[in-house]
């Protein structure tokens, strides 16, 4: 399993009136932790979309357990647990401070040739960074 740890504050603009952090900005904030975590594999997302390949989203979960609030740091935990093959899934958590979890989260991307809109294999570049993490 590949496991890397981001962190982010939340800013007043997420706050809603009850003072939580809006759910909706979760997406947000996973996607952080994703960008990241490729990044760490030795994936950079602006050339994939270069060399044309995008990633849209096709699932997403979360589960809710506790809110966040204004200026809170959290930690968002992302995982993969399995070498991709069309699609992609990793899992998330997120902790704040004093140790609490507030959600955990996943999201599954499937891998898709930007001129066909076809989706196709992940890149031998991703199973291959993958591979040295995971036992699939």
């Known amino acids: ?11 007043y603009s997420e706050v809603d009136r009850m003072g939580y952090v809006y759910y909706g900005n979760y997406a947000t904030y996973f996607e952080v932790g994703r960008v990241e975590a490729m990044r760490v594999l030795g994936i950079n997302y602006r050339e994939l979309e270069e060399s044309g390949i995008m990633m849209p989203v096709i699932r997403y979960e979360i589960d809710y357990k506790k809110p966040a609030f ?16 069309s699609r992609i899934t990793f899992d998330y958590e997120t902790w704040n401070a004093k140790g609490e979890l507030l959600n955990t989260a996943l999201t599954q991307l499937v891998f898709v040739d930007s001129k066909t809109m076809k989706p196709q294999g992940a ?9 040295k993490f995971l036992v699939d």
Request: charged residues 40%; glycine residues 0%; proline residues 3%.
């Open 1 to 11: 399993m590949f496991e890397h740890s981001t962190k982010i504050r939340t800013r």
């Open 70 to 85: 204004y200026d809170e740091e959290l930690t968002i935990i992302t995982r993969v647990k399995e070498v991709p093959r």
């Open 123 to 131: 890149l031998e570049i991703i199973v291959e960074a993958a591979k």
